[in-house]
């Protein structure tokens, strides 16, 4: 039976900004082995799938610097230390497309975005009968252009590879598995 690590040191590293770096030494009695993990510490993330009373998907394109590519995306982002993430999701699909409802967004699903080596937690929300109700509030770095995509269209552009990133993909299957398509 696999048995929880004990963790007898924690080394602070890197404070990188979206995550510090720390290094866990542990054991596992049971196997008798021992090593030094590295953790990020990140905070929370967020996605949110906005859609229009017509049933289109409010999706961002952006150019993402780990990829050097230009990605099709669901609005996401941190979560601060004060906020709610629901707070956050409607705030970061108002900020990067200037969509947002009247209703409040709905809680989908939780994921860990990968915890071999983050200890974060990333939620999924989706946001019935958005409109445009104001301009886009971007962070200095950031050039989105907004997409609107009938919802239907989703699944096959998720086939033919324009929709890639894993917690894009995650938060429409959990759409999918409450909603359908």
Known sequence: MVKRWQTSEITEGSDLKIFRVKWF???????????????????????????????????????????????????????????????????ECFEETGYKSLARAVLIGENHPNPAFLNNICYSYVWFDCELMGKQKLDSNEDIDVVLVPLKDIPEMILQKKIKHSLVLTAFFFYSLKYGI
């Open 25 to 91: 030494k542990r054991q596992n009695q049971e196997i008798g082995k021992s090593g030094n993990f590295v953790v990020l510490d990140s905070p929370r993330w967020v996605n949110i799938i906005p859609l229009t009373g017509n049933r289109d998907v409010v999706l961002v394109r952006q150019y993402r610097h780990g990829i050097d590519e230009i990605t099709l995306e669901v609005p996401g982002g941190l979560v601060d230390l004060s906020e709610e993430p629901l707070d956050a999701a409607e705030r």
